[in-house]
Nanobody, 126 residues
Framework: QVQLVESGGGLVQSGGSLRLSCAAS????????VGWFRQAPGKEREFVAA????????LYADSVRGRFAISRDNVKNTIALQMNSLKPEDTAVYYC???????????????????WGKGTLVTVSS
């Protein structure tokens, strides 16, 4: 089992920045993919970004590419999401996820992400 706990959410004005963090514990050696997803009120969960836990590929949703950056620290077992130039449409609950990277399509769909945090709310005011 892998436990994931997100932090860093809050209220920010449009154009501002926030940094989310996800602390991973447990059998982290069993996963090779970590990522962030989000769910806005009344909408389905959507992919935000993912990276290999062991080094390698990184993926971003088109809506956040160039504004958000995902990073990981294998020593501290943390995953971060730096969010810049935030927009009101970025408002959502952000979830950290971990699991297996089978292919890029599956990662973006959340397939293989066996472990999920409880989420942290990000609100961007206009």
């Amino acid at each position: 089992q892998v436990q994931l706990v997100e932090s860093g959410g809050g209220l920010v004005q449009s154009g501002g920045s926030l940094r989310l963090s996800c602390a991973a514990s447990g059998r982290t050696l069993s996963v090779n993919a970590v990522g962030w997803f989000r769910q806005a009120p009344g909408k389905e969960r959507e992919f935000v970004a993912a990276t290999s836990w062991t080094g390698g590929g990184t993926l971003y949703a088109d809506s956040v590419r160039g504004r958000f950056a995902i990073s990981r620290d294998n020593v501290k077992n943390t995953i971060a999401l730096q969010m810049n130039s935030l927009k009101p449409e970025d408002t959502a609950v952000y979830y950290c996820a971990a699991g297996r990277w089978y292919n890029d399509y599956d990662v973006q769909k959340g397939y293989g992400m066996d472990y999920w945090g409880k989420g942290t709310l990000v609100t961007v005011s206009s």
